[in-house]
């Protein structure tokens, strides 16, 4: 009756906004996943899976909703967080990387010395779309001297192949579409 959710759960439950945040774009809403408890910790289970407490050094997660995945994840996994932001919004020394999103570009940042040299981290982001927000965070871990032991995605747009940007990876999404 109240068995744990699965990635078809959890694609039902998102919502398709059409035209958003600008017309042509057609938004993956993981809110109502987010707003159900039963949902949100399957969803955060499937994301950790393969991983024990003590198994990473840290879990990294990207502005915006990749906060509130990876933040969960690392509760899960009795680690840290770790906030890959944009440019501008962290208050210490940052390494930046720029990137070409599907419609436009920013820039991301992360503290010099969010992890230790060598740390093995998961990074986590809500959705994988050309795969340049990705990237860019995984050059950033790269220039802290992590380790990525996998980048993990709650959604990905597989029609945009932005896997192939993080091919050096292992990647994982929950719900494919």
Do not use: W
Not at 43 to 71: E, K, M, Q, W
Not at 165 to 174: F, G, T
């Amino acid at each position: 009756m109240n068995a744990t959710p699965t990635s078809s759960d959890l694609a039902k439950a998102i919502r398709n906004i059409p035209d958003f945040p600008q017309p042509g774009i057609q938004f993956k809403d993981i809110t109502p996943v987010l707003a159900d408890a039963r949902l949100f910790a399957g969803c955060i289970d499937l994301l950790t899976t393969g991983f024990a407490p003590g198994s990473i050094g840290a879990v990294v997660g990207i502005d915006a909703r990749g906060f509130i995945l990876a933040a969960a994840a690392a509760l899960k996994l009795q680690t840290g967080f770790v906030p890959i932001r944009k440019k501008g919004k962290l208050p210490f020394k940052t390494f930046e990387e720029s990137y070409e999103l599907e419609y436009g570009s920013n820039t991301v940042a992360i503290h010099v010395d969010a992890v230790k040299p060598g740390a093995r981290v998961l990074l986590v982001d809500d959705l994988l779309a050309t795969g340049g927000t990705a990237q860019a965070a995984a050059a950033l871990l790269k220039r802290v001297g992590a380790e990525i032991v996998e980048i993990t995605f709650f959604v990905e747009l597989g029609f945009l192949n932005g896997r192939e940007k993080l091919r050096e990876y292992p990647v994982r999404s929950l719900v494919l579409y």
